[in-house]
């Protein structure tokens, strides 16, 4: 049969040519001695093909005539291998000028000029098709493969998928044939680079050698493939490490993504996505080539169960795993992935020397951010990257077309679609790493369970023979309470230290939430259970306040409060009874504050500082009790100065610090009220600057005395359970020293005040390094980067002062997404983001000052919205509203001057946002 030639540029597949002998490895008859058969036939084939090559024509067939089993089990093979053999010298000789009139070798309609590349699914040369006189790249099937049938069937399967594709980005196919028993097909020929020798280009220009040969130890599961392309010249890529590169390399994956999306639609999935099998032309163009190993909606799968096949470096966790059953279209999404991280970063995403480790990274480990490697990437780029490299596949994007739709997004400045990883998605990866400590975890939470049970089934039994055995039971019954008590909640604390175990955390709070629910459900109606329901309800309201679920957490808050305030009433409470129900109704006012609901919360931080004071009155009283008292006071000060009474907030503040430092009295081991007089002073200190700065800069030097003489910063146990407790004691150092700088600043001390705070930032990081998700430490480093920012900004030295602002920016947007919003968090964004604005009005920058002014009034008025009796939030409001008006009319009249033809009227841009200021003022001052 001759070798199918296309004239139009279409295809019948139908009529593609077939070997007529079955390969060697098909014509077994099951005897025994048959692979053994096989293994000589093929070392003498190999050993007759390496003297075909070597042009000793001569010894061929004397090795022919020796062996004559070569004839009569390949004899269907020999003529193909002959001509392989001879292509495969002619292609790589080198031209001879005695010799430029002889013909080169031919297959069918095809004159081969030379070998532009080979793999382990062809080899490709550049050729000339005879009848239409136009250079091609010809992908010839080696005569290895031949002898295979699966590979056979394979490279029929990348000629019927590449035919099947017409795409602007997509190596078109012309024509397909089998002459003499060699399969080919020809297709355009790519005169430029493809993206693995970008690679290596971008790595020799950023002088990174180390890794263009680290990537070389990582072991392929399949050869590398061939291309179609004829090098012509280098990358126009100068470097990754700059905006115009990042954008550059997005822009071509646009692309790509948009082709495979393409094949995706017409139902056929690539597989083998990675950096040699995308090209690039001398116009800069993108092109998808190489579809060995893609399959085709309604054909048979051709990789066998369990075996992985491709590039490992590249291939999604599914495909390394051997399960093709899983394998869909987002194996490409995750390789394109993988791809562009590895050109943004010049870094593979997984290396290694060995295959195995390589392909247990790639299934388990997560690769490293690739901000971390290359700065330059932004930070929704990154989300991007990782959101398509996800471990999971229903994790991705649900499609190569949403893929590139945020790719364009991120183009054009506008919020792409992707996320972070969710908190959920860290948890598993991290648990994934640390199965053993996880697993230890999960156990001392089922002892705590079993206790629950057993504590709960000897209350029933006993009870009902003697109320000596009934108290003996409660005593197990509430040892099982603190032993869940004690994990879910110093346990959780700790686990605040080591980066990435949000999930982890939240995951060992619902465990305990649960067992709480269990309880509260199986006891309530049972007074039997009354105060220890009680107990169990203000655990769950802190265990529920911790998770974010507020309105839960007020339900089982209030819970509690009326359980124990009927044990009070009962009369058989102890002073325990009365410390809970006080700190159960602090808790309550601090959540109902943090919301937003003032009236709520002054009154019952009055009804918690009445039941704090009765406990105080007995003698030994507990220096835990003393604390939160003071706690108490503190935030019942810090409420009363935000809703305008200062005079009374200062009052409380200075009586709460006498009373604490009594009882303190040189008690230096009494960590709870150390603690909480630091905490107290801080705040005493914040509200005495203005009007009294000797007293605040005493509170505050006195405070940093105080911390830094202490060997050992240690946090209070148990303080997760309590909203009434100070911060750790590291934060409350770095607090009173941003304070005690904003103090010097305000007193025009500048030099101090910005080496302190310099001092401030160094101890929160330190702190953060030992606590990665403590976010009220991320909150505080955030306002003294600000507070740095001002300083600067004072001093002169604008760009730094920028700097400063845009690290407090930074970290206030990324709380602000990772976590429930709050009054006092937005009120602080909208304050940083003010005095972005106010630098670049200063700057010239009004259009951008405008567009930092009128999200500030957005977050502004969100927190107004949710803290309506707070005085300051309002009066910040009106200051960015002023400050928006002010830029708005020095925008205008810039306009006015430059574009007097215009008659006065401001461009639709500014006309757009004046009237989104007006809407705002109208809704929120």
């Given at each position: 049969?001759?070798?199918?030639?296309?004239?139009?540029?279409?295809?019948?597949?139908?009529?593609?040519?077939?070997?007529?002998?079955?390969?060697?490895?098909?014509?077994?008859?099951?005897?025994?001695?048959?692979?053994?058969?096989?293994?000589?036939?093929?070392?003498?084939?190999?050993?007759?093909?390496?003297?075909?090559?070597?042009?000793?024509?001569?010894?061929?067939?004397?090795?022919?005539?020796?062996?004559?089993?070569?004839?009569?089990?390949?004899?269907?093979?020999?003529?193909?291998?002959?001509?392989?053999?001879?292509?495969?010298?002619?292609?790589?000789?080198?031209?001879?000028?005695?010799?430029?009139?002889?013909?080169?070798?031919?297959?069918?309609?095809?004159?081969?000029?030379?070998?532009?590349?080979?793999?382990?699914?062809?080899?490709?040369?550049?050729?000339?098709?005879?009848?239409?006189?136009?250079?091609?790249?010809?992908?010839?099937?080696?005569?290895?493969?031949?002898?295979?049938?699966?590979?056979?069937?394979?490279?029929?399967?990348?000629?019927?998928?590449?035919?099947?594709?017409?795409?602007?980005?997509?190596?078109?196919?012309?024509?397909?044939?089998?002459?003499?028993?060699?399969?080919?097909?020809?297709?355009?020929?790519?005169?430029?680079?493809?993206?693995?020798?970008?690679?290596?280009?971008?790595?020799?220009?950023?002088?990174?050698?180390?890794?263009?040969?680290?990537?070389?130890?990582?072991?392929?599961?399949?050869?590398?493939?061939?291309?179609?392309?004829?090098?012509?010249?280098?990358?126009?890529?100068?470097?990754?490490?700059?905006?115009?590169?990042?954008?550059?390399?997005?822009?071509?994956?646009?692309?790509?993504?948009?082709?495979?999306?393409?094949?995706?639609?017409?139902?056929?999935?690539?597989?083998?996505?990675?950096?040699?099998?995308?090209?690039?032309?001398?116009?800069?163009?993108?092109?998808?080539?190489?579809?060995?190993?893609?399959?085709?909606?309604?054909?048979?799968?051709?990789?066998?169960?369990?075996?992985?096949?491709?590039?490992?470096?590249?291939?999604?966790?599914?495909?390394?795993?051997?399960?093709?059953?899983?394998?869909?279209?987002?194996?490409?999404?995750?390789s394109l992935g993988i791809t562009l991280y590895e050109l943004l970063t010049l870094q593979p995403a997984f290396g290694g020397r060995c295959r195995q480790r390589l392909m247990e990274t790639v299934a388990t480990e997560p690769p490293?951010?690739?901000?971390?490697?290359?700065?330059?990437?932004?930070?929704?780029?990154?989300?991007?990257?990782?959101?398509?490299?996800?471990?999971?596949?229903?994790?991705?994007?649900?499609?190569?077309?949403?893929?590139?739709?945020?790719?364009?997004?991120?183009?054009?400045?506008?919020?792409?679609?992707?996320?972070?990883?969710?908190?959920?998605?860290?948890?598993?990866?991290?648990?994934?790493?640390?199965?053993?400590?996880?697993?230890?975890?999960?156990?001392?939470?089922?002892?705590?369970?079993?206790?629950?049970?057993?504590?709960?089934?000897?209350?029933?039994?006993?009870?009902?023979?003697?109320?000596?055995?009934?108290?003996?039971?409660?005593?197990?019954?509430?040892?099982?309470?603190?032993?869940?008590?004690?994990?879910?909640?110093?346990?959780?604390?700790?686990?605040?230290?080591?980066?990435?175990?949000?999930?982890?955390?939240?995951?060992?709070?619902?465990?305990?939430?649960?067992?709480?629910?269990?309880?509260?459900?199986?006891?309530?109606?049972?007074?039997?259970?009354?105060?220890?329901?009680?107990?169990?309800?203000?655990?769950?309201?802190?265990?529920?306040?911790?998770?974010?679920?507020?309105?839960?957490?007020?339900?089982?808050?209030?819970?509690?409060?009326?359980?124990?305030?009927?044990?009070?009433?009962?009369?058989?409470?102890?002073?325990?009874?009365?410390?809970?129900?006080?700190?159960?109704?602090?808790?309550?006012?601090?959540?109902?504050?943090?919301?937003?609901?003032?009236?709520?919360?002054?009154?019952?931080?009055?009804?918690?500082?009445?039941?704090?004071?009765?406990?105080?009155?007995?003698?030994?009283?507990?220096?835990?009790?003393?604390?939160?008292?003071?706690?108490?006071?503190?935030?019942?000060?810090?409420?009363?100065?935000?809703?305008?009474?200062?005079?009374?907030?200062?009052?409380?503040?200075?009586?709460?610090?006498?009373?604490?430092?009594?009882?303190?009295?040189?008690?230096?081991?009494?960590?709870?009220?150390?603690?909480?007089?630091?905490?107290?002073?801080?705040?005493?200190?914040?509200?005495?600057?203005?009007?009294?700065?000797?007293?605040?800069?005493?509170?505050?030097?006195?405070?940093?005395?105080?911390?830094?003489?202490?060997?050992?910063?240690?946090?209070?146990?148990?303080?997760?359970?309590?909203?009434?407790?100070?911060?750790?004691?590291?934060?409350?150092?770095?607090?009173?020293?941003?304070?005690?700088?904003?103090?010097?600043?305000?007193?025009?001390?500048?030099?101090?005040?910005?080496?302190?705070?310099?001092?401030?930032?160094?101890?929160?990081?330190?702190?953060?390094?030992?606590?990665?998700?403590?976010?009220?430490?991320?909150?505080?480093?955030?306002?003294?980067?600000?507070?740095?920012?001002?300083?600067?900004?004072?001093?002169?030295?604008?760009?730094?002062?920028?700097?400063?602002?845009?690290?407090?920016?930074?970290?206030?947007?990324?709380?602000?997404?990772?976590?429930?919003?709050?009054?006092?968090?937005?009120?602080?964004?909208?304050?940083?983001?003010?005095?972005?604005?106010?630098?670049?009005?200063?700057?010239?920058?009004?259009?951008?000052?405008?567009?930092?002014?009128t999200e500030a009034m957005e977050y502004q008025a969100l927190a107004v919205r949710m803290a309506p009796f707070h005085q300051g939030y309002r009066q910040y409001l009106e200051r960015h509203n002023e400050l928006l008006d002010q830029?708005?009319?020095?925008?205008?009249?810039?306009?006015?001057?430059?574009?007097?033809?215009?008659?006065?009227?401001?461009?639709?841009?500014?006309?757009?946002?004046?009237?989104?200021?007006?809407?705002?003022?109208?809704?929120?001052?």
């Amino acid at each position: 049969m001759k070798p199918m030639t296309d004239q139009t540029l279409t295809l019948d597949l139908s009529s593609l040519p077939v070997n007529d002998a079955l390969p060697i490895n098909e014509a077994c008859t099951g005897d025994g001695s048959e692979p053994k058969l096989q293994e000589k036939i093929a070392e003498r084939l190999d050993q007759y093909a390496s003297l075909l090559e070597d042009g000793e024509e001569t010894a061929a067939e004397a090795f022919l005539r020796k062996h004559p089993e070569l004839q009569a089990e390949a004899g269907g093979h020999l003529e193909s291998l002959q001509l392989l053999c001879r292509m495969s010298r002619s292609a790589a000789k080198p031209v001879d000028p005695d010799e430029s009139l002889s013909r080169p070798p031919t297959l069918g309609d095809y004159e081969l000029q030379g070998e532009i590349g080979r793999g382990g699914m062809g080899i490709v040369y550049e050729a000339i098709q005879l009848s239409l006189r136009r250079r091609v790249a010809l992908k010839v099937l080696p005569f290895a493969a031949v002898l295979n049938q699966d590979q056979v069937a394979r490279f029929r399967n990348e000629a019927h998928a590449a035919a099947s594709l017409h795409h602007p980005h997509i190596v078109p196919v012309y024509a397909v044939g089998c002459e003499r028993g060699v399969h080919y097909y020809s297709m355009q020929l790519i005169n430029g680079n493809t993206l693995e020798q970008t690679l290596d280009e971008l790595r020799t220009i950023s002088g990174d050698s180390t890794v263009a040969s680290a990537t070389s130890l990582t072991e392929n599961v399949e050869p590398p493939s061939s291309t179609v392309v004829n090098r012509g010249g280098t990358t126009t890529l100068r470097s990754v490490r700059q905006r115009d590169g990042v954008r550059a390399i997005v822009k071509m994956f646009v692309d790509v993504a948009d082709a495979i999306d393409y094949a995706h639609e017409q139902g056929v999935i690539h597989r083998d996505i990675k950096p040699s099998n995308l090209l690039v032309d001398a116009a800069g163009k993108v092109w998808v080539a190489d579809f060995g190993l893609a399959r085709c909606r309604d054909a048979g799968n051709l990789t066998a169960e369990g075996k992985a096949i491709g590039t490992a470096r590249y291939m999604s966790p599914e495909q390394i795993m051997g399960r093709p059953q899983e394998v869909d279209h987002r194996t490409d999404i995750y390789s394109l992935g993988i791809t562009l991280y590895e050109l943004l970063t010049l870094q593979p995403a997984f290396g290694g020397r060995c295959r195995q480790r390589l392909m247990e990274t790639v299934a388990t480990e997560p690769p490293v951010a690739p901000r971390r490697i290359n700065a330059a990437i932004p930070t929704d780029l990154e989300t991007i990257v990782l959101k398509a490299i996800a471990k999971s596949k229903d994790d991705r994007y649900s499609t190569c077309g949403e893929l590139a739709e945020d790719l364009r997004r991120f183009l054009s400045g506008q919020p792409t679609l992707a996320r972070r990883p969710s908190r959920v998605d860290v948890a598993f990866r991290w648990a994934v790493r640390h199965r053993t400590a996880v697993m230890t975890s999960v156990g001392f939470l089922l002892v705590a369970m079993v206790g629950f049970a057993a504590a709960t089934a000897m209350v029933l039994h006993h009870s009902r023979q003697k109320d000596v055995a009934l108290d003996q039971a409660r005593h197990h019954l509430n040892q099982a309470h603190a032993t869940v008590q004690r994990f879910g909640g110093l346990t959780v604390d700790r686990l605040t230290s080591i980066e990435g175990t949000g999930e982890l955390q939240r995951d060992l709070l619902t465990e305990a939430r649960n067992y709480f629910v269990d309880f509260a459900n199986y006891a309530s109606g049972d007074s039997r259970f009354r105060s220890e329901l009680a107990k169990v309800q203000f655990l769950l309201g802190a265990t529920e306040c911790r998770l974010g679920n507020l309105e839960s957490a007020e339900a089982a808050y209030l819970s509690a409060a009326e359980g124990l305030q009927a044990v009070l009433e009962e009369g058989s409470a102890d002073v325990q009874t009365q410390s809970d129900l006080a700190l159960c109704v602090h808790n309550l006012a601090a959540l109902h504050k943090d919301t937003g609901r003032y009236k709520e919360a002054i009154a019952e931080y009055e009804r918690a500082t009445t039941l704090h004071e009765r406990v105080m009155s007995h003698t030994d009283v507990p220096d835990e009790t003393v604390a939160n008292w003071g706690a108490t006071q503190t935030n019942y000060a810090t409420l009363l100065w935000e809703s305008g009474e200062a005079n009374d907030a200062i009052r409380r503040l200075r009586d709460a610090e006498v009373v604490l430092e009594r009882h303190l009295d040189g008690q230096e081991t009494n960590r709870y009220t150390r603690q909480q007089l630091i905490e107290c002073r801080n705040t005493l200190a914040g509200l005495l600057m203005d009007d009294h700065a000797d007293e605040a800069e005493r509170l505050l030097e006195e405070n940093i005395a105080s911390l830094a003489a202490t060997e050992h910063l240690e946090e209070t146990e148990g303080s997760f359970w309590s909203n009434a407790v100070a911060l750790a004691p590291e934060c409350q150092l770095a607090i009173a020293q941003s304070n005690l700088a904003s103090l010097l600043g305000k007193q025009q001390r500048t030099e101090e005040a910005i080496e302190l705070t310099h001092t401030s930032i160094e101890t929160f990081r330190n702190a953060m390094r030992r606590r990665p998700e403590d976010t009220a430490l991320q909150q505080q480093l955030a306002i003294a980067q600000n507070n740095l920012g001002q300083l600067l900004w004072n001093q002169g030295t604008r760009q730094d002062a920028r700097s400063a602002f845009l690290e407090a920016e930074k970290g206030f947007k990324a709380l602000c997404e990772s976590q429930a919003q709050e009054p006092q968090l937005l009120s602080r964004f909208a304050g940083v983001l003010h005095n972005l604005g106010v630098l670049d009005q200063q700057q010239g920058q009004l259009d951008s000052a405008v567009q930092r002014l009128t999200e500030a009034m957005e977050y502004q008025a969100l927190a107004v919205r949710m803290a309506p009796f707070h005085q300051g939030y309002r009066q910040y409001l009106e200051r960015h509203n002023e400050l928006l008006d002010q830029i708005l009319r020095q925008l205008k009249q810039k306009t006015e001057t430059t574009q007097k033809s215009v008659s006065g009227d401001c461009p639709p841009t500014l006309k757009i946002q004046a009237a989104s200021c007006k809407e705002r003022e109208y809704v929120f001052s």
